[in-house]
């Protein structure tokens, strides 16, 4: 059969990160095993991924080749960490964001795997050369950062450790591709890899501007939601640069002095805290309560957009 030929991957955490990596690698047509410290977490992420292929095929959106059935049948559960890695071209780490605890289990993964297959981090913001310190492993570890929801969102940030061999990042390259996902090489480590350095650089003049009164936050996110994001799920900040004159130069040379001269007025890094954060809490429990079932539902409205826009994108693709 199909699932004793293929490939096998081992997603080490069954969490909410996990538990979409294990679908994303049974559409590519993986043998997935499933590992976790908690049993129960194994069972709850198993009971969950069926829930939610099923949805999927019905509303059309399954990813890959293979029915629903069929990418179920590649994932199995396993309660002892050496059996689930054992046989596999690659190991996605999925538990909870914390460095010791990463530290521990690679030390623990260095013991027991061989010279093949790939050591891969899901960690949003630690560093490689703090994760893989001192393994034996290390030529084959990186960082394969996803963005939530994974399975609808395609980026994945690879970022290697100075070590890395340079075939380790081919391989989960073409491996993420394989899976229909969107790799980026981060070329060095640095701390927020980049789509969190943009994030955050938004977030901090976002953040300014509401705490100078300048505008509401329910504007503030309107200028992103109705303006700036339509053409962002599309092209870059630099590709609309490109687009929106002559040509790259063109707008270098039509627009430098401006950009330089507000990009000086940005202010210091704000608090997060306080009275700002209060109002700030207030306006967007306006549109979205803070309790569990707006909260929840509102992110389900949210990746159900999500997938229209894959869909579309996926239509959309230039020659
Ligand atoms: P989670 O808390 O939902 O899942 C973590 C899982 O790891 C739990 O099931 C827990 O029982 C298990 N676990 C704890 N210690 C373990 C061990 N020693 N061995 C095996 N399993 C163990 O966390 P989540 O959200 O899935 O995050 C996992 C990683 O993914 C983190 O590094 C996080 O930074 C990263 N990430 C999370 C994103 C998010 O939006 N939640 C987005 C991108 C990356």
């Not at 059309?60 to 960490?81: F, P």
């Not at 591709?177 to 901090?204: C, M, T, W």
Request: aromatic share 6%; net charge negative; proline share 6%.
């Amino acid at each position: 059969s199909a699932s004793s030929t293929a490939d096998g991957v081992a997603v080490v955490g069954s969490g909410l990160i996990g538990r979409s990596w294990a679908m994303l690698f049974a559409s590519g047509g993986f043998r997935v095993k499933l590992y976790d410290i908690e049993q129960q977490q194994v069972t709850g992420a198993l009971d969950t991924i069926r829930k939610e292929m099923k949805l999927l095929e019905q509303s059309g959106a399954l990813k890959g080749s293979l029915g629903a059935e069929e990418q179920l049948a590649l994932i199995s559960g396993c309660s002892d960490l050496r059996e689930a890695v054992e046989g596999t071209v690659h190991i996605q780490e999925c538990v909870p964001e914390n460095l010791e605890l990463k530290q521990q289990l690679f030390a623990q993964l260095d013991q027991i795997v061989d010279g093949n297959v790939v050591l891969s981090s899901s960690s949003s913001c630690l560093l490689p050369s703090k994760l893989f310190a001192g393994l034996v492993h290390v030529r084959q570890c990186l960082v394969a950062h996803p963005v939530n929801p994974p399975y609808h969102v395609p980026l994945v940030e690879l970022v290697p450790h100075p070590e890395t061999a340079p075939a380790t990042m081919a391989r989960t390259y073409a491996l993420m591709r394989q899976i229909g996902q969107s790799p980026v090489r981060i070329l060095k480590e640095v701390d927020g890899f980049a789509l969190n350095r943009l994030q955050y650089a938004l977030i901090g003049e976002a953040w300014r501007l509401v705490e100078a009164r300048i505008v509401s936050p329910g504007d503030l996110d309107l200028v992103m939601s109705d303006g700036l994001g339509l053409r962002y799920a599309f092209i870059g900040p630099l590709e609309t640069m490109h687009l929106n004159a002559e040509g790259m130069l063109s707008y270098c040379d039509r627009y430098r002095e401006g950009m330089k001269r507000v990009l000086k007025t940005f202010g210091p890094i704000p608090e997060f805290s306080g009275a700002v954060a209060e109002k700030v809490h207030q306006a967007m429990c306006v549109k979205v309560p803070d309790d569990p079932e707006h909260l929840s539902a509102r992110r389900e409205w949210r990746d159900g957009c999500l997938m229209r826009l894959a869909k579309l994108k996926g239509q959309v693709q230039p020659p």
